[in-house]
Structures are given as C-alpha cells and as structure tokens.
C-alpha cells in the first residue's frame, strides 16, 4: 500500500560524500489550476504536465530569483508550448496549436522545432538558448540541452496522468573525483528503473528508499508549488505602450476598445478608448474619428 504523497510540492535531495544531486517533484492542484481555463486534448495535457513538472525541477537547480521559461517552437501542429516557473515556483503554462493533433505522441506535432529556454533574473540580464529538438520525449530534449548548452550532467523522468505530474532529477556537479562518476553511474542506473506509476503514487522518501536502498541519501525539506499567473492590467498598459500609439489608434477605429485575453489564465482585459489614449503624450491628437 503506497503512502499518502504530499501534492504540489518539490523535495531536494542529495547522496551524500559526493557531487550528485537530485529533486522530485508532484503537481496535482497546481497543475489543475494552471489548465483550467484552456481546452487541452488529453495527449497535449500530458505533455504540458511533463513540462511543467520538468520547469520546477530545472528552477529548483538555479541560483538565482527570477524567472525560467520553457519553450518548444514547432511549424508543424504543435506551434508553441510555455511553461513558467518563477524561484518561488509559481508556474503557469500554455499551448498554441495550429491544427488537430494527429497522432498521441509529440514527435508527431513537431515541424523544424526548437527549445527556447530563457532566464530572466531580477536582477541583471536575461539569458536565453535555443537549440534544435534532440530526443523522441520532453525528458530526452532537456537532457540533451542541459549537457550541450550548459554542459552539466542531468538525468530526467517525467509522467503526467491527468490533472497529476511527477517527475524526478538527478545531476552530476562539475567536481570530477572518481568517486563522483562512480556514484552518478551507479544511481542514474538505479533511477532508470522508476516507473510512471511509482513516481505518481509514491512519495518521495519512499520512492528514494525504493530507488536508491543502498545509498546515503539525505532528503530536504519540501517546497510548496502553485499555480499563479502575472498577467495584470500594468503589463496590459505596457504592452500597448510598447505598441505605440499608431498601432493603437487602429485597434481603437475597428473594435471601439482595446480586448487582451491571458493565454495563461483566460483572464479578459477591455482598455476603452479614453484610458487608451491617455498612456500617450498629452502633445499627441488623441481625437479619433469614427
């Protein structure tokens, strides 16, 4: 009989007397919120849930307060699919699809893809990498990312089912005793056993009793995991002040008002013309003739 899990929430964890680290992670609410409002085929909902619990794994191993973006760019069915997840991780996500999904798998979505993955720290300068999609799952992809463009180690498992997702890291820190790529060939072989059941179901001292038996492992305490979208209406006023006020104005002569619907969230936005106008120069001819 498996133990109750605690959901929406990250456990770091590390071997002891080594340079191998790891996290897993369960999104159930999270997860649910973070969906809610957007109309998903099961398949893609599965792959956004991979994604999402892989974006809190990653944030989980950086350093720094501020934002990671996961991306996948395609020009075939599957167009786009964002994840979010801030330091605090708060996540959001959402996907763009060009036409019916054919087929269960993402391979079959996917045209001349690539992953975009940003970092956007609070301080400082945002850094962002794309590559070409390398691997047949979300798993492979960032795997090979990680170990090309940022030349660490990492080992990912990922399962979605539903509202529910799970996954589980592993990574090797650039330290190069021998002890260290001992222990990371052994337990990256013990972690390849894991099914989806097991990472679903179990919580995570169980799983990591069950995985790694053998091993000193010490298990941190957990962080707690939510959906929270940032859409608001400041970012509404300065996307359309990054829009300028031509572009404005033209929006204002065919609808009336401006309308901003969130990807994310679904939340709906209606700027009218005076509120409109008034994020421009006073010196500017606000009159529109209709």
């Known amino acids: 009989m498996t133990q109750t899990i605690s959901p929406d929430q990250l456990h770091p964890f590390i071997f002891e007397h080594s340079a191998v680290r790891g996290n897993c992670v369960h999104l159930d609410q999270s997860l649910f919120t ?21 974006s809190v794994l990653l944030t989980s191993t950086l350093k720094m307060q501020g934002k990671l973006i996961l991306q996948l760019q395609s ?21 763009k699809v060009q036409e019916e999904l054919q087929g269960g798998h993402l391979t079959d979505w996917l045209e001349q893809g690539q ?8 301080e400082g300068e945002p850094y962002q990498g794309i590559v070409p999609l390398e691997g047949d799952n979300i798993a492979s992809m960032l ?52 099914t989806n059941r097991e990472l679903l179901d179990l919580d995570t001292q169980t799983l990591l009793q069950r995985l790694f038996a053998e091993e000193d492992v ?20 300065n996307m359309l002040q990054l829009l300028g006020l031509a572009e404005v104005r033209s929006i204002l002569e065919e609808q009336g008002s401006v309308q901003i619907q969130c990807d994310f969230c679904n939340k709906h936005y209606v700027v009218d013309e005076e509120e409109a106008l008034a994020l421009f120069s006073d010196d500017d001819d606000h009159k529109i003739t209709h």
């Open 115 to 122: 992953l975009v993955i940003t970092l956007m720290p609070e």
């Open 218 to 237: 010490r298990l941190f305490d957990g962080r707690n995991i939510r959906a929270f979208c940032s859409c608001s209406q400041e970012s509404v006023t």
């Open 75 to 95: 020009r075939g069915a599957l167009q786009l699919l964002v994840v979010e997840c801030t330091s605090a991780l708060d996540i959001r996500a959402t996907a």
């Open 143 to 194: 795997e090979n990312y990680m170990l090309r463009s940022q030349q660490i180690e990492t080992r990912l498992w990922l399962t979605a089912e539903g509202d529910h997702a799970a996954g589980l890291l592993l990574q090797k820190l650039p330290q190069q005793q021998e002890q260290d790529l001992d222990c990371w060939n052994r337990v990256q072989h013990l972690a390849g056993t894991v």
């Open 34 to 54: 973070a969906l809610e409002h957007q109309p998903l085929a099961p398949a893609l909902k599965q792959v956004i849930g991979e994604f999402a619990a892989a």
